[in-house]
């Protein structure tokens, strides 16, 4: 069965240090999700990407937060200078449209402990 | 606005209780989706149920079901015979806009921590 790809699994980083997680979609997915869940807490859209154009970016942290996905394809997310409060685990999510027809497929995620 | 509300925070059951985990959902669209997730301890995100708005039949799925009420913007699901395997954080999601676009993103309730206790 196809997946989404992450990498790290997990990640421990000082602060202030740079960070980047990796994602790589099922093989022909346009549609690229990534998201933030707070221990504790639902996840939150950071970034949705339509081959390799930023749809929605309107919940990213935008002075330290970036992501890309030059050839439309595999994606990567950065954060510089992390914060404590970046903790979190941060999920990517294929699709090949919209995630209601076409269904959602999610990676098993980055755990991301900044201390 | 779309939000989805998971009332219940965390639920304690013996093993073998049935169970429903209540899910209410706001949109102003007459089509969109709405999804059940399991997280497990491990983290990983499983994908249980999709059913869009124009499908308000009950579903069965072995000891998992799911009432859909649009009347009372509803969602919830029932483990039957619960069982230990059973714990985990379960979501409510939902997404607007159903066929127009593919620029739909999905919302997620806050969860529900349900503990199966032998």
């Known amino acids: 069965e196809a997946e989404v790809a992450q990498s790290p699994r997990y990640k421990i980083t000082e602060k202030s240090q740079a960070v980047a997680f990796w994602c790589d979609p099922i093989?022909?997915?346009?549609?690229l999700y990534w998201y933030r869940q707070i221990l504790g807490q639902g996840p939150e859209l950071l970034v949705q990407?339509?081959?390799?154009?930023?749809?929605?970016d309107s919940q990213l942290p935008k002075d330290r937060f970036s992501a890309e996905r030059l050839k439309g394809v595999d994606s990567t997310l950065k954060i510089q200078p992390a914060e404590l409060g970046d903790s979190a685990m941060y999920l990517c999510?294929?699709?090949?449209?919209?995630?209601?027809?076409?269904?959602?497929?999610f990676g098993s995620g980055t755990r991301l402990t900044v201390v | 606005a779309q939000k989805v509300t998971q009332a219940q925070t965390e639920i304690s059951v013996v093993e073998k209780e049935d169970v429903t985990l209540d899910c209410v959902y706001e949109?102003?669209?007459?089509?969109?989706?709405l999804f059940w997730y399991k997280q497990p301890p491990s983290g990983e995100l499983v994908f249980l149920i999709r059913?869009?708005?124009?499908?308000?039949q009950n579903e069965i799925s072995g000891r998992y079901s799911w009432n859909f009420q649009k009347s009372t913007s509803s969602f919830n699901f029932t483990i039957t015979a619960s069982q230990v395997v059973d714990s985990a954080v379960y979501f409510c999601?939902?997404?607007?806009?159903?066929?127009?676009?593919?620029?739909?993103?999905?919302?997620f309730g806050p969860g529900t921590s349900l503990s199966v206790i032998p």
């Open positions: 999510a294929s699709s090949l449209g919209g995630p209601g027809p076409y269904g959602y497929t």
């Open positions: 093989s022909g997915h346009a549609t």
């Open positions: 059913r869009n708005s124009f499908d308000e």
């Open positions: 949109t102003r669209d007459t089509t969109y989706y």
């Open positions: 999601a939902l997404s607007e806009g159903g066929m127009k676009t593919s620029y739909d993103k999905v919302i």
């Open positions: 990407f339509q081959d390799e154009s930023v749809v929605d």
